[in-house]
């Protein structure tokens, strides 16, 4: 009965053990062949779903729609133009109404143990991903308690009139009008194409809720396993259109601290890091075997104030907030000067961007008057809501909300910082229930109809993109015409005079675009990041030539 | 043949304020199967003196000796584990918590079997006939009921026979028992002391006894040593000291054995010494006895020796000499 | 023997009750989710009373909710994660123990002497050491600056290890991968750290006990009887003494399960470690009281658990409880 | 002593406090610990005159070194942080904070902690049972899981985070005051008193407080330290003081970011928490050695 476990042979034992342990600690250190196909990408974050079309954030967008999917054309890597996918070539029609697709044919879609596809991609599959986000009454429509974000906010549902299959490889798109941006909304991550077969397949099990977190598509890679918020891992995909990849398998290492992320990439655990913090950077160009690629962003960093809520529905102090916050201290000390200063709400690398727009200049003195003159002379108090996420336009909006709150402390006004995890900060400001917030936006289709429209319109302020709540309707209206406009000098007149009305009324303070980051080891080959800087894996190969040691320089 | 044979032993006892003796120079003579009582108040040194000899001093302390002779060897010029191992062949101990002195978390089997084992060896039914004879050997009379027990299973009296067997499963030649009987009930205590006494001439173990209480002495022992303060004041034939006692301490602690029956005197009151014995740190210049002795005068601030008074013993007090009694009686070794 | 274990477990039992009203009391200032907590403007003290019994129901029949951000089963959650932090915990109890046993019995046969106090001030500052603090030195140090360790998480990417039963040592040993052992190996690599930051406090706490039940012991009659019986120094030791002093030292481990909790909470944030604490913390960022409310219930009856087991062995160990008359 | 000759001196004993004082002094790292705390204190009180700048002042060095690395800058005696605020004056408001925020949570929880403990000792069994099973429970669980359970329930922030702690502090005052109350009232010489006729409040004021001062100082030194570390865990976490706040843990979590780039910013705040922790845990082991108590 007794248990003596405390005898000398059982010490000597332990001792032994012990030993072991910290030997096989440091003698690991030979280089890993298993990792000689493998790549490694360090995420910022969990995917919200594996459907794209249920998202609008680039973290899911990253893991769902560019390793899995494919759309019926896609954005050419580090661009906004177009190119052919699963549809090979198209027409629009003179009325700019009618868009017909012609598909491509030997497609197959993923095959693994929980679906084995019969037939090769068509046009049903095509309807299928439409229709799912289109129709009310779609079996598919209403399984998620995630949004169609993208297909809702651009109005498709409405815009769309309806889908016809003429053929098993032709589709026709019929619009109720004519509209510039729809052809870059095909090319957007949420249209990508989903299998009808396997929907009939889920349906017939019962589990239709499964098409989201099983996926099944034509990309490159088929997901293998994915534990929450710790590791995703993709395979390769042998029957890809294109031809098999390279590399046997992509991992996603998800990794939200970014501090960590680095290290990771430092230690060889990484081969991709996502959204380094530009104080990275600077750090990574002293190591020789990882290299930086960047980008300059399709995104904007800005301070909405809500428009709808004192004191800032006085337009004077609007202006007054301008001028009070130094835009150069901010891009010094959060973007380590990664980023160029923002005066309009389209970055500079966008086509319709306004040069000659002057700025509000950073001058305390000047705010002071402003306010004066609006009535606060002796300050006032306000609240900033900001992330604590890490995002692509800001890598640290809590440091932002510092400086600003020192900034206005000059001006005598009070700050008060509210930090919220992402996902609550949107649900928060898009409601309407902020003060102010440290907002930001990054193009999805290169367009500026999505700055224009979606952060500024009407319309948004009932999506909740507008976070500052500002309702101009001429603003509005002609941001519509930009719309239906077809050619580009046409939209470009609009969008400069928008800018103008933008810069009078001065809802935000535009604060920066950023530039995107990738920090890369070298032994990556053909990575490229896309427009709206997300990271593409399609043909990327391991040049495992001069294979370094794990615990390296 | 002497048993054992101690010289000018000192212990030291090194705290953080400096060293300070605990026992001084004493000496001592023990014959093949003498019992010899050790007798002194608490503090006195005398259980310093058993570990002394038996090497359980703590790391605190350290002990010095012109020679211990114990069985015809010097334990002073061995190394510390032949000591260990001669002493332990050689000597055994008991002492005053029968219960604490057992280990609580093994059974009365394993702790006696591991001597057993140590000493004299062979398989597990010899063994354990042999645990069962020592526990016959020392009045216990359901030895396997015993054997599987536990020290807290038994009452004090039982640890102590336990104790008991304990020691003699080493075969020694010396058993030492520190106030085997303090912590035991009255009529446990002269069951006890009878069993030692009876063991140590049936087995012609020499026993030394140590205790604060005279009245066990007087009748089971040969010699006496009084120790007060580290140092032996009187060491003597028991009759001697009982009928003469020569120091005023010995005096003092004899006449404060209580007396029954026929013996007491009534109305007399029993006699006490005032104060307590001197702490370590703050010993007298002197006598040590000094603040204490009903019989103290100037010359005993100056060191006192240990000298011999002829057909008595040894006596060290100077007043005790100079005044000696009448005529002491023929016996001495 | 049935006794005492029927006795812990009616201990064990009372409570978990009081730990479900507490919670259910949670629930009912905070309303969690009404799927567990009822209606919950309810006055009445006895509807109050049939509302706890629906939750005790519900709690037991392993419906614990789900959670507000991702959906997930909340008890399946917990049940995912919890391998991770056991592997961990063990680990570092592993570690802690098998260095501040000896540590400790060295520090008590030298008492005083200058390697015991070179112990005690050590055990001191480990004692003293914020957690997340020493987490990140490590990191900066073995990881950062030596490259010796990995940074992060229980096993290189690149290894698939199939979860069957969480534990990422086992699992890795019974996956039928041809790098099988080869990842076992990368496995115990990359949680040497975390263990390592994980088990100082217990370290300290440990080497302190055992120093002190050991001194203890030392000083006792029954190891002078033992020295006197000429026994092996070894035997004394680590036979006679340790088997006492560990009669605290037991409880003292049990203790120590609750500072282990802690430190996995802020250990699994430093190492990026998917388990228990980690998930925790990222509920309560995203203020998802459901899994908070599952997951304190679930760390809570492990606890209390934990401390039952304990109890039980020290019953086991101790002679004179475990044949009390 | 009636026969006592006067050449031989008599012992002198010492009162309670002054034996305490003398067996304290006598450990000689719990003294130069409690010279460390009081330099802590002080330096917390006179913040404002030692600290060079507002601990929220940004200047344009960011990330600058410590002046003794080579690229450090002496006007920033331990370097600025990643928004070029002083981190010395930075670290020295976090003193301040976090031994006021110390202080508020001990009181806080020593005063309901104590009449708790004191109530149900002197009470009926009942009520005695009911929060001695709480008790039991609360300090059975991890004290940091409590804590940010309360946090994430009443919402992330300074003073939710000192409820939050003060909250998990409450249960050892119950059960150190209880105990060492019930402890007390075993002992004869307070049934004697009450044979002498005392009444509850003087039993109370005379006879057992003073008993039961040393376990009640020991506790306070451990809710002390155990408040600054919870704190700055949360803090750490993000539960607790918000930035641009000083506080330890707070700053820690923000430079973990940089850990790579600015070590200095991770190793001198851990090092402040840390030096206050141990000093305050060397002088609670040289009080409980000094007064002698058990575990």
């Known amino acids: 009965m007794i248990i003596n476990l405390f005898n000398l042979r059982l010490m000597r034992l332990l001792k032994w053990i012990i030993i072991s342990v910290l030997l096989a600690g440091c003698n690991f250190h030979e280089t890993k062949s298993v990792k000689d196909n493998v790549l490694v990408y360090c995420s910022e974050g969990s995917p919200e779903t594996f459907n794209p079309q249920l998202s609008t954030s680039n973290t899911t967008f990253d893991a769902s729609s560019r390793p899995i999917y494919n759309r019926l054309i896609e954005f050419k890597p580090e661009s906004t133009t177009i190119q052919p996918s699963l549809a090979t070539n198209w027409e629009v029609s003179k009325d700019g109404k009618s868009y017909t697709f012609n598909l491509r044919k030997g497609v197959r879609f993923h095959s693994s143990h929980y679906f084995q596809p019969e037939r090769e991609f068509n046009a049903d599959d095509v309807i299928f991903s439409f229709e799912r986000q289109k129709n009310n009454d779609h079996p598919f429509h209403n399984i998620s308690s995630l949004k169609f974000g993208y297909f809702d906010s651009m109005g498709l549902d409405k815009l769309i009139n309806r889908i016809e299959k003429l053929d098993d490889y032709t589709v026709r798109f019929i619009l109720n009008r004519a509209e510039s941006p729809f052809l870059s909304a095909l090319a957007m991550d949420f249209a990508s194409i989903l299998s009808a077969e396997y929907g009939e397949h889920l349906l017939a099990a019962q589990t239709p809720e499964f098409i989201d977190v099983h996926p099944v598509g034509t990309g490159p890679f088929q997901l293998d396993r994915y534990q929450p918020d710790a590791f995703i891992r993709y395979k390769a995909n042998p029957d890809y259109w294109e031809g098999k990849q390279l590399l046997a398998h992509v991992i996603f290492a998800i990794t939200p601290e970014p501090s960590l992320r680095f290290a990771r990439m430092l230690a060889g655990d990484c081969d991709i890091m996502a959204k380094p913090l530009p104080i990275h950077i600077k750090a990574a160009q002293k190591h020789d075997n990882i290299q930086v690629i960047s980008q300059p962003g399709l995104n904007i960093a800005y301070l909405a104030m809500n428009t709808q809520k004192p004191p800032f529905n006085n337009q004077l102090v609007r202006v007054a907030i301008n001028h009070a916050i130094n835009k150069n201290s901010i891009i010094k000390a959060v973007y380590r000067e990664t980023a160029t200063k923002a005066k309009s709400p389209v970055p500079p690398n966008m086509w319709s961007y306004d040069q000659s727009l002057i700025d509000y200049q950073y001058n305390p003195e000047l705010a002071k008057e402003l306010l004066l003159e609006a009535g606060f002379s002796s300050g006032f108090k306000m609240n900033i809501v900001t992330t604590n996420a890490q995002r692509s336009y800001n890598p640290n909006a809590k440091k932002m909300a510092e400086l600003i709150q020192q900034d206005l402390k000059k001006v005598n006004i009070q700050v008060n910082i509210t930090s919220f995890e992402f996902g609550k900060f949107l649900s928060y400001t898009s409601n309407g229930l902020h003060q102010s917030a440290l907002a930001g936006w990054v193009s999805d289709n290169g367009d500026p109809d999505n700055f224009f429209s979606t952060l500024l319109s009407c319309n948004a302020t009932h999506s909740g993109t507008n976070a500052a709540f500002w309702c101009d309707h001429s603003f509005s209206e002609l941001t519509a015409e930009a719309r239906s406009k077809s050619k580009l000098n046409e939209r470009l007149i609009i969008y400069k005079t928008l800018q103008k009305t933008f810069k009078e009324a001065a809802p935000w303070v535009p604060i920066a675009h950023a530039t995107q980051h990738f920090i890369v080891n070298s032994r990556i080959k053909n990575f490229k990041i896309a427009s709206n800087g997300g990271a593409f894996f399609t043909n990327v190969y391991l040049d495992n030539s001069n294979k370094k040691s794990h615990n390296g320089d | 043949m002497h048993l054992l044979r101690l010289e000018n032993l000192s212990v030291t006892y090194h705290s953080n304020n400096g060293d300070f003796p605990i026992i001084e120079r004493l000496s001592l003579k023990m014959d093949m199967g003498e019992i010899l009582g050790i007798v002194g108040e608490s503090g006195s040194g005398k259980s310093i003196l058993a570990l002394a000899i038996m090497g359980l001093l703590s790391p605190k302390m350290s002990m010095r000796a012109d020679y211990i002779n114990l069985d015809g060897q010097d334990l002073m010029k061995m190394s510390h584990a032949q000591r260990a191992a001669y002493v332990a062949s050689k000597a055994a101990i008991i002492f005053q918590e029968p219960q604490a002195s057992l280990n609580p978390c093994y059974s009365v089997s394993s702790q006696l079997d591991e001597t057993i084992i140590l000493h004299q060896g062979g398989n597990n039914k010899l063994r354990k006939s042999r645990a069962i004879n020592l526990l016959e050997s020392v009045g216990v009379t359901q030895p396997e009921t015993v054997l599987k027990m536990y020290p807290h299973q038994l009452s004090g009296g039982m640890n102590q026979r336990v104790a008991i067997a304990i020691a003699l499963s080493c075969k020694p030649r010396l058993l030492i028992a520190d106030e085997p009987t303090t912590a035991l009930d009255v009529t446990i205590q002269s069951q006890i002391i009878d069993l030692l006494v009876d063991l140590s001439k049936a087995e012609d173990v020499g026993l030394m006894l140590i205790t604060h209480d005279f009245a066990l002495l007087s009748e089971n022992t040969d010699r006496v040593g009084v120790i007060y303060s580290g140092q032996l004041m009187e060491h003597a034939a028991t009759e001697n000291i009982l009928s003469c006692p020569h120091h005023p301490y010995t005096k003092a602690l004899l006449d404060s054995i209580p007396q029954l029956g026929d013996r007491h005197i009534k109305g007399s009151r029993m006699f006490a010494l005032e104060g307590n014995i001197p702490a370590i740190d703050q010993l007298p210049v002197g006598c040590r006895l000094g603040p204490r002795c009903p019989q103290a005068e100037k010359l005993c601030v100056k060191n006192q020796k240990l000298k011999t008074i002829e057909n008595y013993g040894k006596v060290r007090c100077h007043v005790a000499i100079a005044h000696s009694p009448t005529q002491p009686k023929d016996k001495t070794s | 023997m049935t006794k005492i274990i029927l006795r812990q477990l009616i201990i064990m039992l009372l409570s978990l009750i009081t730990l479900t009203i507490f919670t259910f009391s949670l629930t009912r200032f905070f309303p969690v989710d009404s799927s567990i907590t009822g209606n919950a403007n309810v006055d009445n003290a006895a509807h109050l009373f049939f509302h706890y019994f629906d939750y005790l129901k519900l709690i037991v029949s392993g419906d614990w909710g789900y959670s507000r951000i991702n959906g997930s089963d909340v008890l399946k959650d917990f049940l995912l994660y919890f391998p991770a932090t056991i592997e961990l915990s063990f680990a570092a109890l592993i570690i802690s123990i098998s260095i501040g046993l000896p540590l400790g019995v060295f520090a008590a046969r030298h008492k005083n002497m200058w390697q015991d106090k070179l112990i005690v001030s050590t055990t001191l500052v480990g004692y003293s050491m914020p957690i997340f603090w020493w987490g990140m030195l490590l990191v900066l140090l073995f990881s950062l600056t030596l490259s010796l360790t990995p940074v992060a998480s229980r096993i290189g990417f690149e290894y698939d290890i199939l979860p069957v039963t969480g534990f990422m040592l086992i699992d890795t040993l019974i996956s039928n991968k041809p790098y099988a052992v080869e990842a076992f190996f990368d496995a115990l690599h990359h949680l040497i750290l975390p263990a390592i930051v994980l088990g100082t406090i217990p370290l300290a706490i440990f080497t302190r006990v055992t120093r002190a039940s050991m001194i203890e012991a030392l000083s006792s009659d029954y190891i002078r009887t033992a020295k006197a019986k000429g026994l092996a120094t070894s035997r004394i030791i680590w036979v006679h003494a340790l088997r006492n002093a560990m009669i605290p030292i037991i409880t003292i481990i049990g203790l120590q399960i609750s500072v282990l909790i802690t430190g996995t909470l802020i250990t699994e944030i430093i190492f990026s470690w998917p388990g228990v604490g980690k998930w925790l913390l990222e509920a309560v960022y995203r203020r998802d009281l459901v899994t908070i409310h599952g997951g304190l219930l679930a760390i809570a009856s492990t606890v209390i658990f934990i401390n039952m087991l304990i109890e039980i062995t020290t019953y086991l160990i101790n002679p004179r409880l475990r044949l009390q008359k | ?295």
């Open chain 4, 1 to 295: 002593m009636i026969n006592q000759p006067q050449f031989y001196r008599q012992p002198e004993i010492p009162g309670t406090f002054s034996r305490w004082v003398k067996s304290f002094n006598k450990n000689k790292l719990a003294v130069s610990a409690l010279i460390v705390l009081l330099v802590i204190i002080l330096i917390a009180i006179f913040a404002p005159w030692i600290a060079p700048y507002d601990p929220t002042a940004q200047f344009e060095e960011l990330s600058s070194p410590p002046y003794w690395y080579d690229s450090g800058n002496s006007k920033y005696i331990l370097g600025t942080d990643d928004l070029g605020r002083d981190l010395f004056s930075r670290l020295v408001y976090g003193a301040r904070l976090s031994l006021k925020l110390a202080t508020i949570v001990v009181l806080i929880s020593a005063t309901i902690g104590i009449l708790l403990g004191c109530m149900t000792a002197l009470t009926n069994i009942w009520i005695d049972n009911i929060i001695l099973r709480l008790t039991d429970l609360i300090l059975a669980l991890p004290s940091l899981l409590l804590a940010i359970v309360i946090v994430a329930l009443i919402g992330p922030g300074l003073p939710n985070a000192i409820y939050a702690v003060a909250i998990v502090l409450i249960p050892h005052f119950v059960l150190v005051s209880r105990n060492a109350i019930k402890h007390e009232l075993n002992k004869d010489y307070v049934t004697a008193t009450i044979l002498d006729g005392a009444n509850k409040s003087r039993l109370f004021t005379h006879s057992i407080l003073p008993n039961i001062l040393p376990s009640l100082i020991v506790q306070l030194t451990l809710a002390f330290s155990t408040a600054i570390l919870e704190i700055s865990a949360l803090g750490f976490l993000g539960l607790g003081a918000q930035p641009p706040h000083p506080e330890w843990g707070t700053i820690l979590s923000e430079s973990y970011v940089y850990i790579t780039i600015a070590p200095w910013t991770v190793t001198l705040p851990g090092l402040a928490i840390f030096f206050t922790l141990l000093s305050i845990n060397l002088v609670g082991d040289g009080l409980r050695d000094a007064m002698d108590l058990e575990k």
